[in-house]
Nanobody
Framework: QVQLVESGGGLVQPGGSLRLSCAASGTAFSMYEMAWHRQVPGKLRELVATITSSHSTYYSDSVKGRFTISRDNAKKTLYLQMNSLKPGDTAVYYC??????WGQGTQVTVAS
């Protein structure tokens, strides 16, 4: 059973930074693509970034240049470093495993 547990969300001022973590268990983590998504109430869940098993990355246009996705295969942990945060980044952030497993989400709120 694959389990994903996100952490690191919180309240931050515009222009600030946060680092999200997603700890995985029950999976050969290094073999799979991982991703971060986010969702605002009333809107569809949005893809933020992906990272393959070979560490190739993809970013949505809305976060490119501000967010960095990374992974530590030894720790079975996925990260999302978020810099220059904007109020529009406010959302619940979810990590996703290639096998369509999801974490419970962590709230990020950007406000002054």
């Amino acid at each position: 059973q694959v389990q994903l547990v996100e952490s690191g969300g919180g309240l931050v001022q515009p222009g600030g930074s946060l680092r999200l973590s997603c700890a995985a268990s029950g999976t050969a983590f290094s073999m799979y693509e991982m991703a971060w998504h986010r969702q605002v109430p009333g809107k569809l869940r949005e893809l933020v970034a992906t990272i393959t098993s070979s560490h190739s990355t993809y970013y949505s246009d809305s976060v490119k240049g501000r967010f960095t996705i990374s992974r530590d295969n030894a720790k079975k942990t996925l990260y999302l470093q978020m810099n220059s945060l904007k109020p529009g980044d406010t959302a619940v952030y979810y990590c996703r495993h290639e096998g369509d497993y999801w974490g419970q989400g962590t709230q990020v709120t950007v406000a002054s």
